[in-house]
């Protein structure tokens, strides 16, 4: 199964019409503005680069899109707007990254991401250190 299509103005223009789809079935966000489907037809090539490491290519990887377009839908109905907008489709795709995503984009790889983690807790521990003992029942003794 193909998890890019070729970026070409045909394919931006099924995007468009999954983004209108999406909003039509799920009924309580507003429809958006040009600029916004723009944003997420960007974001769609930048995701098939990044993700599945092809150029000139479009994710077909709608699960992803379709949240980013409900997220967007919702900062829109959380401002009142009518309409979502650029503002609501950037901060969208900022904010509606997988975790996965957000941990390489924190830490560069899993593999440092582990390492924080681990340096981190060998600190909170060692805070700790002196107080190990304090608590210890020695009444056996």
Known sequence: MNTTMQAIPENAEKIGQFIAQEINIDGKIPHATKEAVK????EAKKRAYLIDDQKDAFTLRLRDLGGVIRMAGD????EDSSIITKKH???AVIKSLSIEDQIL???ESYEKAIQQDLTSSHVIQDQHAPFK???VD???L
């Open 105 to 107: 984009k924190r830490y």
């Open 138 to 140: 020695r009444s056996y």
């Open 75 to 78: 900062l829109a109905v959380m």
């Open 89 to 91: 489709m950037s901060l």
């Open 39 to 42: 944003i997420l037809i960007k």
């Open 133 to 135: 003992n304090e608590n």
